[in-house]
């Protein structure tokens, strides 16, 4: 017995190891009630738990030799061996997928011995091999990098390599998700399978439906319903008598069957070709269509349910739908058309099948029908618009502005609010702009609260046109209304013949283009005083004007639409906007307080087109106590870009000394210029020797343009925890709303307290710290003081007059200031001055003394390089790096000149760059522009040299 027990050697479990000293542990599983030792090094690493059916297998992988130590390992069904998966190139989600579904695993020795002919048929590779190549996902051979194509297939959330050669077969080929390892060959046609295909349970081989006699709409029905489906060989090796019964035969549908499942890559609508795996077929054409082809989507999440919803459905393509449903693409005025004249051509219809529709038609009384005059009911249902109406519109309410995502060029946004007083709330409500992630291209805010005193440069914002705005008349307080306009609309126009106001009632006409499109927008207020009985028939007015146009109504008309049926006012303005063709976008109260519901702030907007989609929101915020209304609008006829091209020359040390080489090089050609003595015309040198030059500083300094996109309103004082702060003040107040407890009702005024104490601290510590850095700087010192006090600094290149109205402006003051002055005559003229004229005689004859090249030389390296170029586009810079080469050339220009007598015309032409002149002036108006005439460097170093000649002589 002792013996006995000295040979005993006890092993661990998992590893199969003996356990001696310096790998025994303490702790052990429990497997069939009992516990099992385990070593050390099992201890430390995840192993895959044993079940009751692998008792027995060996733990040691039969590829590599070594021991299954990790999770991601994967027992055969048959040998009764574990191994890695990485060894039989298996993922780890592969393995939980066949253990969790099939629970049947063949490994790869004993799938040679099951399925000789199909392991054969895949070349071997070596090892060594196989670490330089790449293996296809859909033929499984091993492809050098030469033949190996940057396309892939997404299988269990892996990318997936495949060949070049199926690369091009694979344009259309859906992924598919099947929760086991299969053969992508064909078990009876013996072709690999690409298409839409079945899998056999038995066999594990994707299968042509085709070969085994099934149609389209029976695959969708055995993907639905049978899990447990085998192909037609394999019910042939299990029923070898009754397979005719069982299945149809596929050598004589095979042809018809065939044909069911042909598609075509030409898509159906532009017949272009179809590309990638995202796209669907009509399942009456057989055509792919691309996805602009089917229609639009918010974004891709909806686009990827649509695919979801109609891949086991059928689904027609907008032709086929059109020659289903011919009056599917007509609207109301092209109907009416084609039912009152039937010997017309229509556009959408042939000529049969109209005078078919129209026979059945023309026998219906439209006007006295009923029940019993229609033999079918289903098509007077199908045209009667009050049942199949369908709005798309929505109206929500939001806390996170960061779901609010706007980025498209065909999206238009807008905000109405009000504020009650922006001078009280003007910061609050910059801090909600700023938190936005999408731009807000129109911003109408109504109960201003300005007087006449108050300067509205002070409520200016950042990448928006100077604001619209209009002041309550009279004595009163409040009122007012303020439009903003964002720079990427190019213009704004103010429509004084749709503006109205009042000493109650407010109307703002704003005029846009947009796409070469004119938009209108209307702020309106109303006050709520009982006195106020003029707005509905001003605004009634307003509405006739806006028949033809695109118009938005934005505002708070102090009109309660919940109480609709109970007022009598508020049901004629509603029935007033309604009649004019107008519908309201926001539909939820937008003014909650603790014993009132009310819906007063309104956005109407008369675009009624089926390609117009209006998302709006409703803004839970506790600026005043209305809340912000946002709507988006998506319609294929906006355009806005979001950026704009900025040219610039790129001007650095590399390119100023190949601009210094460059011109050595050509010091000949440019002495040629200066003494040609065919050249006769000295107008003419000087325009070739700059042309020249011109030319060489292009090549040297290219312009670059780059697209510049305009930002949303920025505040760097909003740090991470200011925001978090700001978060959790809305959250409080939208919870005290909800439910009007007395402790959260602390609880909000304490985060407000605490959010607000803290903006102030990160905004003097912004400030102070902006002012610090510029110190040095004057100019760097005023634009910190103008970002402090709001005031932006207002440039020439904002002049929205074009260039050519501009330019005859300052072109004709000349001659309109001399059309002002009176005319002269002899008797006007003073006798005195006409006999001192006679007798004045010059003492001495002044004549120009010759330019120097020294002369030249220093006022070159004189110039003044902060002073921007002229209509040359020299840069002052450059000219000193080369004023050793030219000066030579300028002196003998310059002296002839002075010899003929002629002043080049080239430097007669200065770059003219209107500055506003400010205040209140209208900006639309050229008298409001001071022009400032940027000279040509060489100009100035002309023109100085003469000065001193001329100054000295009078000295």
């Not at 070049?164 to 992924?175: A, F, H, Q, R, T």
Request: include cysteine.
């Amino acid at each position: 017995m002792g013996r006995l027990l000295k040979n005993f050697k006890l092993t661990c479990f998992f590893c199969k190891y003996e356990i001696q000293k310096s790998n025994r542990s303490n702790n052990s599983v429990i497997f069939k009630k009992k516990p099992r030792s385990i070593c050390r090094y099992c201890t430390k690493k995840k192993h895959k738990p044993l079940e009751p059916q692998y008792e027995g297998h060996d733990t040691q992988c039969k590829i590599c030799n070594k021991l299954v130590m990790f999770q991601n390992c994967i027992a055969c069904s048959i040998c009764d061996h574990f191994y890695h998966g990485k060894c039989l190139n298996i993922s780890k989600t592969d393995i939980h997928q066949i253990e969790k579904i099939p629970k049947f695993f063949i490994c790869p020795p004993c799938n040679s011995d099951t399925f000789p002919g199909i392991v054969e048929k895949h070349e071997k590779v070596r090892a060594s091999q196989k670490s330089k190549l790449k293996q296809c996902f859909t033929c499984h051979n091993y492809v050098s990098k030469e033949k190996y194509c940057n396309k892939f297939l997404i299988y269990g959330s892996e990318k997936r390599s495949i060949c070049k050669s199926c690369s091009l077969l694979n344009k259309d080929i859906p992924v598919r998700d099947k929760n086991c390892i299969e053969f992508l060959d064909c078990p009876i046609c013996e072709n690999q399978v690409k298409y839409e295909s079945i899998f056999c349970n038995l066999c594990q081989h994707w299968v042509h439906p085709y070969c085994n006699g099934i149609s389209r709409q029976d695959l969708k029905m055995l993907s639905l319903n049978c899990e447990a489906w085998h192909c037609q060989r394999c019910t042939l090796d299990i029923y070898p008598n009754n397979v005719i019964d069982l299945v149809p035969n596929y050598t004589s549908t095979g042809k018809s069957c065939r044909n069911d499942f042909i598609t075509y890559n030409d898509c159906s609508l532009c017949g272009r070709n179809v590309s990638g795996s995202e796209t669907l077929s009509c399942s009456t054409c057989n055509h792919w269509v691309h996805k602009k082809c089917i229609g639009q989507f918010n974004n891709r999440i909806d686009y990827q349910n649509f695919l979801k919803y109609y891949s086991t459905r059928d689904w027609d393509c907008p032709s086929c739908t059109a020659e289903i449903l011919p009056f599917i693409n007509l609207d109301d005025e092209e109907f009416h058309m084609l039912l009152l004249d039937m010997y017309s051509e229509p556009t959408y219809l042939n000529k049969e099948n109209f005078q078919q529709i129209y026979k059945k038609l023309k026998d219906v009384d439209f006007f006295n029908y009923n029940e019993n005059n229609c033999t079918d009911k289903k098509y007077m249902n199908d045209i009667d618009p009050d049942q199949n109406f369908q709005n798309y519109d929505s109206c929500n309410y939001i806390v996170d502005t960061n779901f609010i995502v706007s980025n498209s060029s065909k999206e238009l946004n807008m905000i109405t609010f009000n504020i009650r007083s922006i001078k009280k709330n003007f910061e609050n409500f910059t801090y909600l702009l700023s938190k936005l992630k999408c731009k807000i291209h129109v911003i109408c805010l109504t109960e201003s609260w300005l007087g006449p005193l108050d300067n509205i440069k002070d409520f200016e914002l950042s990448d928006y046109h100077p604001p619209l705005y209009q002041n309550r008349t009279g004595h009163m307080h409040g009122g007012g209304v303020i439009t903003y306009v964002h720079k990427d609309i190019n213009s704004q126009k103010l429509v004084k013949s749709m503006s109205f106001v009042d000493e109650f009632n407010h109307c703002l006409a704003t005029e846009v283009k947009i796409n070469n499109k004119i938009t209108t927008f209307l702020n309106i207020y109303r006050s709520p005083n009982n006195n106020n009985e003029t707005f509905i028939d001003k605004f009634e007015s307003v509405l006739e004007k806006t028949k033809s146009r695109n118009c938005y109504i934005l505002g708070d008309s102090n009109f309660n639409l919940i109480n609709l049926e109970k007022h009598d006012e508020t049901r004629h303005y509603y029935n007033l906007l309604t009649s004019a063709a107008y519908k309201p976008l926001i539909t939820k109260p937008t003014r909650i307080t603790d014993s009132s519901r009310t819906l007063i702030d309104h956005i109407w907007t008369n675009n009624l087109r089926n390609t117009s989609l209006h998302q709006s929101h409703i803004i839970i915020t506790d600026i005043s106590d209305h809340l912000p209304c946002l709507t988006t609008v998506t319609s294929p006829d906006i355009f806005i870009k979001g950026y704009k091209n900025i040219s610039k020359r790129k001007i650095n040390e590399e390119n100023r000394e190949k601009f210094v080489k460059r011109v050595s090089d050509i010091r000949e050609s440019l002495a040629f210029h200066v003494n040609n003595s065919q050249q006769t015309s000295l107008e003419k040198q000087y325009d070739d020797y700059f042309f020249h030059l011109t030319k060489v500083y292009d090549d040297c300094f290219p312009v670059i343009t780059r697209k510049v996109h305009s930002k949303t309103l920025m505040k760097p004082w909003i740090t991470p925890e200011v925001q978090k702060l700001i978060e959790k003040k809305n959250s409080l107040f939208c919870r005290k709303k909800k439910k009007n407890s007395p402790v959260i009702t602390t609880k909000y005024k304490e985060a407000k307290l605490e959010m607000e104490g803290a903006i102030v601290k990160e905004k003097e510590k912004y400030y102070r710290t902006v002012m610090q850095t510029t110190d040095n700087s004057l100019r760097q010192k005023w634009d910190a003081i103008r970002l402090i006090i709001n005031r932006k600094k207002v440039s020439g290149n904002e002049c929205p007059i074009p260039n050519n109205i501009i330019g005859n402006h300052y072109a004709s003051v000349a001659n309109r200031l001399a059309d002002e002055l009176p005319d002269l005559v002899q008797d006007d003229i003073p006798s005195s001055s006409s006999s001192q004229a006679n007798d004045f005689i010059p003492t001495q004859h002044f004549e120009f003394n010759a330019i120097t090249e020294r002369e030249v030389y220093e006022k070159i390296l004189n110039l003044n390089s902060s002073k921007g170029p002229g209509i040359d586009n020299l840069d002052v810079k450059s000219l000193r790096s080369i004023a050793h080469i030219i000066a030579p050339h300028l002196t003998q220009l310059f002296n002839k000149s002075l010899s003929e007598g002629i002043f080049p015309q080239c430097f007669k032409v200065a770059k003219c760059i209107p500055v506003f002149k400010g205040s209140m002036l209208d900006p639309s108006l050229p008298v409001n522009y001071r022009p400032i005439s940027i000279l040509n460097a060489l100009n100035k170093v002309f023109e100085s040299i003469l000065h001193r000649q001329l100054t000295e002589h009078l000295e």
